[in-house]
């Protein structure tokens, strides 16, 4: 099936470790996303990626860093200096070009304990 | 990119029509309305969008306004597997990969 596959589900990471949440579509989209969720509130952008070897930052990248080394896998890394990690973790991709419609894997929780 | 108003929750009768209401007043003529629901703990999944014209798939319906003010997201049948947040965006057709999603309304379908 095609797809955005975001493993692990359920992530729990002890304070002062990093982490790292995978990505992966088989759409052959070019563009991909990180966004973040807290419970009630609506999607912030962490991260975008309009192709390979490319990222830019978006409205909360502090705390975090992708690498896009390949056209199917985007991962993510919450650092240990992200003061407030917990939260829901949603990957997505979109073909190439503004104004296409963007499509969601199924997230991560991310809970610091 | 315009901003979108939407009221927090809703409440709809099982088998009645679902019409979700968003406000943006700001949109510009380049801008697209799209709309996303979002179940519990799960990702958001694409429902339709529109730019002028009025839009309509398998999902729903979307209607927007001549002034392209407001918008209005119609579930013609509601069921129970409704009960979602759904979020109303406007997207820039260039220049942007910036989707901003808001807290959008939350739909209850009741029995």
């Known amino acids: 099936d095609g797809g955005i596959t975001q493993s692990p589900k359920y992530l729990f990471r002890k304070e002062g470790q990093n982490v790292t949440l995978s990505c992966e579509q088989n759409?052959?989209?070019?563009?991909m996303y990180w966004y973040r969720q807290d419970p009630g509130q609506g999607l912030r952008l962490i991260y975008y990626?309009?192709?390979?070897?490319?990222?830019q930052k978006g409205d909360i990248a502090e705390g975090y860093s992708v690498s896009r080394e390949k056209k199917e896998s985007f991962p993510l890394t919450v650092t240990s200096a992200q003061k407030n990690p917990t939260a829901f973790y949603l990957c997505?991709?979109?073909?190439?070009?503004?104004?296409?419609?963007?499509?969601f894997g199924e997230g991560s929780w991310l809970t610091v304990v | 990119d315009a901003k979108t108003t939407q009221p927090p929750s809703m409440d709809c009768a099982e088998g009645r029509a679902a019409n979700l209401p968003c406000n943006h007043s700001?949109?510009?003529?380049?801008?697209?309305v799209y709309w996303y629901r979002q179940i519990h703990s799960q990702g958001p999944q694409y429902i339709i969008h529109?730019?002028?014209n009025n839009e309509t798939n398998e999902m729903a319906s979307l209607i927007i306004t001549e002034d392209r003010k407001s918008s209005t997201l119609i579930l013609p049948h509601a069921t129970l597997r409704d009960t979602a947040v759904y979020y109303c965006?406007?997207?820039?057709?260039?220049?942007?990969?910036?989707?901003?999603f808001g807290t959008g309304t939350r739909l209850k379908v009741l029995a």
């Open positions: 759409l052959n989209h070019d563009a």
């Open positions: 997505a991709s979109s073909i190439a070009g503004s104004g296409n419609t963007i499509y």
């Open positions: 700001t949109i510009s003529g380049n801008e697209y």
């Open positions: 990626s309009q192709i390979v070897n490319d990222f």
């Open positions: 529109g730019l002028k």
């Open positions: 965006i406007a997207l820039r057709i260039s220049g942007t990969y910036k989707y901003i």
